[in-house]
DNA sequence: CTGAAAGCGCTTACAG
DNA sequence: CTGAAAGCGCTTACAG
């Protein structure tokens, strides 16, 4: 019965198999899709056969068969350096974010397409996603719009802080994370606390903000934000910390809640001759290498960007397999004490 | 003529162009793919039609029908951290290969798969892409017979230094780049020239090190070559460092040759009191933020990381369109000469 | 110069 | 329990 016939084009398919196996291909295909009712026996006959041929299903195949490319688009902020077009991926945090997700979604037989800025429908036609990752959407990020309307599902990392009832994100607990920072250099002496706020309308800005402004009254504390930009490089949180130290009554600790504010701010002690934790105590928002490794290490919250990428890539392989998702996956944060907050 | 059929699921199709335009769909496929022997009036009315439709061809059925998934692999190097995979993304130069990689990719209508650390026939299959982008291979690096067996063409960024006939590599001048900033500190008065290299057999490394070698010898001066490791983070090129500083003739310039160099070259000389440049000039092999930023700023050597990425993609391009690659690409490097090495 | 038809490799109603 | 057939949206010999 089994007919020997080999393909003509190199490739294995599935019509092979089905005549090696001597049977149908509609036979071959629910046996390896665990679909329609076979005996196991036959299944079984039919994957090895399969396995021994080398038969691998077609991905292009298969993705034309169910209209899905079987790509997921990780899509990270831009920011522009003199004009020229940078995405972020250079921050620690992000490529965290862009290797945990290739890894998740990997796992799940999806491969993970790093996009550059794009902007049209026909632009993102192009890339054709099946679901998109979105870090950090601005407050009404119009991409989800867009893409939803495009019936690609959106799953963003933080919140899109204008929809509050969008539940398809992922994020960290941000107020609880500033509360928990604010509470470790409390209790190693810190009375005047600022804060180096991003000057964005993320989600996590936000929170982390109205968080400090919360505590800092609940403790009778002045608070002091100093709004910062993001999209430039160092110079604007040098200059910021800067400012702050040249104060007539300078903070005895500093939050710099973004991860490139980090150098900046080391940068504006370290010339000043401020020592760190003795003069100033410094923390970060976002860890980093960078943090890890100054002299001395600086105290930060791991975001853990890795896991966020893969419970993102879950949520959105949820909404993909038409599974409901109704809450937000929340990923715990971990706060890394070191020594520039130890006194 | 025209039957005003409207495709059903919502997809306008090649199909429903056909109908509206009162052709068959050979001619609507030769119209926009300008193919056949279409009257230019033909051709225009047709895709008059199309954009008025708003018909976009299929991606999925294209790369099917092709056989081409039109995606490209981008694999970048990994480091294990204490029994962790990361990838090294997180390094600025590989940061600009990846997102100057993504553009010129979907410049060109393909778009770019970050790959996880993947290793076998199977797994490449599931990722499926057209061609790859390689950046440093190793010595006679399996993975680039492994791919090109598959029938997945491979160009890498820097060259397999045990493959001298593979013309399939974009790359800077590495001897030349060494043996201008040696040039550079000569000028500036260093005389005793130091260099951190990394222990890998990576081509930029070995060619940088025998360019080093080679120009000692022209000048006179004894080589002093330390190796460090690449996999690990700062730690290795501190202690390489202060153990350089801490002999009994210190050299007078040093030359860290990996961007994650920097960091520990910096840390140590700080902690020495080692003053930038006027006891020890510093120069890095691969600029980065960190250089730029640095106090002193740092000189560096830019390899134009998007340029070669560009160049790669276009090289790979050229490739899976059948034409003839007979010679790598070279991508002239810049040196950036900054106060760290000015006298 | 243009069209009808085959076919890329799958999956999925549907018929038996 | 299994198979024959249609069809996903394109492209491409081939026929006229």
Redesign the interface.
């Known amino acids: 019965m089994a007919k020997l016939t080999k393909a003509a084009g190199g490739r294995v398919t599935i019509r092979d198999v089905a005549a090696a196996a001597g049977v149908s291909v509609t036979t071959v295909s629910d046996a390896l899709n665990n679909k329609g009712k076979l005996r196991q026996e036959t299944r079984d006959r039919i994957r090895q056969t399969a396995e021994s041929l080398g038969y ?1 299903p ?4 298969q ?2 068969r169910h ?3 079987g ?1 997921i ?2 899509v990270l902020p831009h920011r522009d350096v003199s004009g020229n077009e ?2 972020m ?2 921050l ?1 945090y992000y ?2 974010i ?2 945990g ?3 998740a979604a ?1 796992g799940e ?1 999806y ?6 800025r ?1 902007s049209t429908q ?2 993102w ?5 099946d679901g998109v990752v979105l870090c950090d959407p601005a407050a009404d990020d119009p991409r989800i719009d867009m893409l939803e309307g495009m019936a690609i599902p959106v799953v963003s990392i933080e919140r899109d802080p204008a929809r509050p009832d969008r539940p398809y994100y992922v994020s960290g607990d941000n107020e609880q994370n500033m509360r928990e920072l604010l509470e470790h250099l409390h209790e190693q002496g810190a009375r005047r606390i600022a804060l180096l706020s991003a000057s964005s309308s993320w989600a996590w800005t936000l929170e982390g903000e109205h968080a400090y402004e919360t505590w800092c009254a609940e403790h009778d504390m002045r608070p002091r934000v100093v709004p910062v930009a993001v999209d430039r ?2 110079s604007d949180s040098y200059r910021a910390t800067c400012a702050l130290l040249d104060t007539a009554e300078p903070p005895d600790a500093l939050i710099a809640s973004a991860e490139q504010y980090t ?1 900046g701010a080391t ?1 504006a002690c ?2 000043r001759g401020v020592r760190i934790p003795q003069d100033l105590m410094l923390a970060v928002g976002i860890d980093s ?2 943090a ?2 100054y ?1 001395p290490p600086i105290t930060a919250i791991d975001l853990r960007p890795v896991d966020q990428a893969e419970a993102a890539v879950q949520m959105l392989l949820k909404r993909l397999g038409g599974e409901t998702v109704d809450k937000p996956s929340t990923v715990p944060s971990q706060l890394r004490v070191r020594t520039s907050t130890r006194r």
Chains 1, 2 share one sequence.
């Open positions: 691998r077609s991905r292009t195949a993705a034309f209209g899905r490319t790509t688009a990780l940078h995405d991926i250079g620690d490529m965290s862009a290797s997700s290739a890894r990997f037989g491969g993970l397409l790093l996009t550059p794009i026909n632009e036609r192009l890339i054709g996603p490089l160092e150098e940068r370290w010339e290498r960078f890890q490794q002299n």
